[in-house]
């Protein structure tokens, strides 16, 4: 894994599959960078699974991500991509005739870090999660050309899907920054041998590591370790 070693644009948070809590972490590192003195913005680009409201589709991992945020931006603009359907997101645009296009996301990429220090930006699934007959999350993070951020379940299997999420990764040349731990299972056993090897496998220790159902006051307190160990803690100069 490489440190962020320079002020990025900004994060992007990917897991090892979906429902691993993503969001959750996504969120947290956003409440902890706005406590650092940050500005940050953020995206949910591509989102599956929303309800239909008054002005329009929401979905729940974006409405909670611009909650966190402290640069205010349109809905469109934080999730471009929204589909009613809770399934996978190439399927959704498939059945709403309304393709990702890359280059959409991109533009709204730009637009919000215009007024922000960091974008913190949540995938839909993991790293292979496709998005289009053409694309998965991984061109998405490629395109933005952000440093990624891997949520670890911590349950049965999470040694292989760990692994098989480091190395895809890596092998695309994107900057795998750090991993998180996420306590999923109050009954996975062998949690701490569990967690020894992935801290040999990962090559690294996690940034954090939340423990089952966390109270918000924890799982700050674990997102502004995660933020101390990216060295993104101290207010940057403004991107432009």
Same mark, same amino acid.
């Given at each position: 894994?490489?440190?962020?070693?320079?002020?990025?644009?900004?994060?992007?948070?990917?897991?090892?599959?979906?429902?691993?809590?993503?969001?959750?972490?996504?969120?947290?590192?956003?409440?902890?960078?706005?406590?650092?003195?940050?500005?940050?913005?953020?995206?949910?680009?591509?989102?599956?699974?929303? /309800?239909?409201?008054?002005?329009?589709?929401?979905?729940?991992?974006?409405?909670?991500?611009?909650?966190?945020?402290?640069?205010?931006?349109?809905? /469109?603009?934080?999730?471009?991509?929204?589909?009613?359907?809770?399934?996978?997101?190439?399927?959704?645009?498939?059945?709403?005739?309304?393709?990702?296009?890359?280059?959409?996301?991109?533009?709204?990429?730009?637009?919000?870090?215009?007024?922000?220090?960091?974008?913190?930006? /949540?995938?839909?699934?993991?790293?292979?999660?496709?998005?289009?007959?053409?694309?998965?999350?991984?061109?998405?993070?490629?395109?933005?050309?952000?440093?990624?951020?891997?949520?670890?379940?911590?349950?049965?299997?999470?040694?292989?899907?760990?692994?098989?999420?480091?190395?895809?990764?890596?092998?695309?040349?994107?900057?795998?920054?750090?991993?998180?731990?996420?306590?999923?299972?109050?009954?996975?056993?062998?949690?701490?041998?569990?967690?020894?090897?992935?801290?040999? +496998?990962?090559?690294?220790?996690?940034?954090?590591?939340?423990?089952?159902?966390?109270? /918000?006051?924890?799982? +700050?307190?674990?997102?502004?370790?995660?933020?101390?160990?990216?060295?993104?803690?101290?207010?940057?100069?403004?991107?432009?």
């Amino acid at each position: 894994m490489k440190p962020v070693s320079h002020t990025p644009r900004g994060l992007f948070i990917t897991g090892t599959d979906t429902e691993v809590g993503k969001t959750l972490v996504a969120v947290s590192l956003v409440r902890a960078l706005v406590k650092g003195g940050l500005r940050v913005a953020v995206m949910k680009p591509v989102a599956s699974g929303a /309800e239909p409201m008054p002005l329009g589709l929401r979905n729940s991992d974006a409405l909670a991500l611009l909650r966190a945020a402290n640069v205010p931006a349109p809905y /469109e603009r934080v999730n471009p991509y929204c589909y009613v359907p809770p399934i996978s997101p190439h399927l959704a645009a498939k059945e709403a005739a309304f393709p990702v296009d890359l280059r959409v996301i991109e533009e709204c990429f730009d637009a919000l870090r215009g007024n922000a220090d960091l974008v913190v930006v /949540e995938g839909a699934g993991g790293w292979y999660a496709p998005i289009s007959e053409k694309h998965t999350m991984q061109d998405l993070a490629l395109r933005l050309d952000l440093p990624v951020v891997l949520v670890v379940a911590m349950r049965l299997g999470c040694l292989n899907h760990a692994m098989l999420s480091r190395r895809a990764i890596e092998a695309a040349g994107a900057n795998l920054a750090g991993w998180v731990a996420n306590e999923l299972d109050p009954g996975f056993e062998r949690r701490a041998e569990n967690l020894e090897s992935l801290v040999q +496998l990962m090559g690294s220790p996690p940034l954090a590591v939340l423990p089952f159902q966390p109270d /918000e006051a924890t799982v +700050l307190l674990a997102a502004e370790e995660a933020v101390r160990a990216l060295r993104l803690s101290q207010p940057r100069k403004r991107l432009t």
